[in-house]
């Protein structure tokens, strides 16, 4: 994980493994902010036992286009500040998710030895033999189940980098509004967390859909671990708001875009073919079911449409229910329990 401070960051690397840890280590209370681009959501929540409290939510939304340079604006602007008044969670602990199109997830194999060694390995071959599209990263490296048979004396892992300008910025920006950041996230691992925690069977390999209105990002998971994450965004324009007639240009488009990441997936890092067991499908659709079903029919395997469940608490003050565009943000505040 990467600590607040900016001497931590450079220290710190990103934590992308679901993990357990004991409930003394778990977060009590604290605030989640989910970046991506086209929204970012916040969610402050509070633990009670085993039930978490969610206090209060906002979200807002931009286009793509318009989030080229978001990496800090985005979460400096006055609504952030005005949700840390209305909620009074100055000084809370906060968890930021970066978004997806500035995170890279590559599966390798590398020879087997200890993890200090082989963080070193891993930073000595970035800009040699492991390339990234931009400088400096903070990394983390995740050992995971192989995907193939492996020769004698490797492994398998997976790499997991940022840009550590990026981080940084966040990291200060956020305790400017007067939050304290304690770690960087992943959405996708969020997700995954909180689908987690509903007691969704995900058995064997999983593709979490993203579904959003110009873009979609595809991750893949096994045994609880990331091992791939790409986003899409292409010509389509999806309405979410009126299935209508448009449920089978949806899935022609999800369809297409999965086979080919499938197919990168399989022949480039995997080395063999591999299906998904399952396909979790996140979005703010409001007709996700008829496209999980759908989809599902085309494919011929289990799709989940995910969406915000009663298993977690809401105060009576809370007029409506959460809506799942804040489901990434949940998810945060779900680390360390999960």
Known sequence: MIKGSRREAKEKVIST????????????KAVGIAISRDRLAIIAGRLAGSNLILLDANSSFFTPNESQDMDAKVISSAELQAFILRNRVRNWPAIISIPNDRVIVRYMKMPVVP???????????????IHLPF?????????VKPL????????????????????????????????????????????????RRNLIDLAGLTVLIDL???????????????????????????????????????????????????????FSLAGTTLS?????????????????NALANQLGITVIAMS????????????????????????LLLRGRV
């Open 308 to 331: 915000v469940k009663d298993r977690l608490r809401q105060p009576s003050w809370v007029s409506q229910p959460f809506e799942n565009r804040v489901m990434g943000a949940i998810g």
């Open 135 to 143: 400088e400096d990263p903070v990394f983390d490296v995740i050992s």
């Open 115 to 129: 993890d200090e060694a082989l963080r070193q390995m891993v930073s000595i071959e970035i800009g040699n033999t």
């Open 17 to 28: 493994k679901r993990r357990r840890l004991d409930k003394s280590n778990a977060i009590k």
């Open 212 to 266: 959003r209105e110009q873009l979609i990002s595809f991750s893949i998971f096994l045994d609880d671990s990331l091992y791939f994450l790409r986003e899409v965004d292409g010509d389509f324009t999806f309405d979410l708001t009126n299935s209508e007639g448009n449920i089978a240009t949806i899935i022609n488009d999800i369809n297409y875009e999965l086979n080919r990441v499938m197919n990168f997936f399989n």
């Open 276 to 292: 998904a067991n399952q396909i979790l499908l996140y979005t703010y659709f409001e007709d996700a079911i008829d496209v999980a």
């Open 148 to 195: 193939s048979e492996l020769e004698e004396g490797m492994q398998s892992i997976v790499l997991i980098a940022a840009p550590k300008n990026l981080i940084l910025e966040m990291v200060d920006i956020v305790k400017n509004v007067g939050l304290k950041p304690i770690a960087i996230d992943l959405e996708p691992i969020a997700l995954w967390r909180y689908a």
